[in-house]
C-alpha cells in the first residue's frame, strides 16, 4: 500500500512540475508540492509512524506558506537536484560499508547468498558498478543543478539577483529534470544489464524476470538496503 501511493505520488509530481514549468502557472507548483509531500510521507503515514504525522501539517503550512509568497515554483527546481544526489551519495558511501557496496548486496541477496560468500568476479563486477551508478547519478545530479541555475524565469540565478551568462527556458528544464532525468537513469540499466548478461551468461534471463526477482526480495529487504 505504501509503495504504491509513493510510486503514484512520484508520477503525479513528475506530470504537476512539469505542468507548472510549461505553463507558469503557480496552482500547478502548489499541487506538486503537495504530490511531493504526499509521496514523501506516504510510507510512513501508511505504517502510522509519528514522525510522519507531525511532518505532514508543517509540510503542508510550509507548501502553503511559498504558494502565498509566489515562490512554489523554487522548490521544484531544487527537488531533482536533492533526490539524484541523495541516491549518488548513497551509492558512493556503501563502496565503504562494512555489509558490501549495494549492488554487492543485491546480488547476494538474489543468488541467495552473502556479500562474503560471492565469487570474486561478483564482487569485483558488482564494486565497480555501484561505483559507476555512483559517479552517473553524481553527474546527473550536477546536470540537473545547472540547468536549474539559468533556467528562465524563476531559475535559481535570477532568483539570487544574478544574469545567468546563458539561460533556457523554464519548460527546457523541465523536460530534462522531470522527464529525460528517468530515460537516462532507464537507459543506462538496459545497457548495463545487456552488457551483465554477455559478461556472465547463464545468470539472468529476461529482462522483466529480472525485475520480477528484484521485487520479490520484498519490503524488507528494500528498507534494510536504503540503511
Not at 539524484?84 to 549492488?103: D, E, K, M, N, Y
Not at 555501484?130 to 545530479?141: E, K, Q, S
Request: a positive charge; one cysteine or more; glycine letters at 8%.
Amino acid at each position: 500500500m505504501g509503495l504504491a501511493l509513493t510510486l503514484a505520488m512520484a508520477v503525479a509530481y513528475a506530470a504537476l512540475a512539469h505542468m507548472a514549468s510549461a505553463t507558469l502557472d503557480d496552482r500547478y507548483a502548489y499541487a506538486a508540492l503537495l504530490a511531493l509531500v504526499a509521496m514523501m510521507l506516504a510510507a510512513g503515514l501508511v505504517a502510522r509512524r509519528a514522525w510522519a504525522w507531525v511532518a505532514l501539517p508543517l509540510s503542508l503550512l510550509a507548501c502553503h506558506l511559498l504558494y502565498a509568497a509566489g515562490h512554489a515554483g523554487l522548490p521544484l527546481l531544487l527537488a531533482p537536484v536533492v533526490f539524484v544526489a541523495a541516491i549518488a551519495w548513497l551509492f558512493a558511501r556503501s563502496l565503504r560499508a562494512p555489509r558490501g557496496a549495494l549492488i554487492t548486496r543485491i546480488v547476494a541477496a538474489l543468488d541467495g547468498s552473502t556479500p562474503d560468500t560471492l565469487a570474486p568476479e561478483l564482487v569485483s563486477y558488482s564494486r565497480g558498478l555501484t561505483a559507476g551508478w555512483a559517479a552517473a547519478l553524481g553527474v546527473l545530479g550536477l546536470a540537473n543543478l545547472a540547468l536549474a541555475m539559468v533556467a528562465e524565469p524563476g531559475g535559481l540565478l535570477s532568483s539570487l539577483g544574478l544574469r545567468a551568462p546563458l539561460t533556457i527556458t523554464r519548460e527546457q528544464w523541465s523536460l530534462f529534470a522531470n522527464i529525460l532525468n528517468y530515460g537516462i537513469v532507464g537507459g543506462f540499466f538496459a545497457i548495463e544489464f545487456a552488457w551483465r548478461k554477455h559478461r556472465f551468461p547463464g545468470r539472468h534471463g529476461s529482462f522483466v524476470g529480472f525485475l520480477r526477482q528484484m521485487a520479490n526480495l520484498g519490503p524488507a529487504f528494500w528498507r534494510d538496503f536504503l540503511r
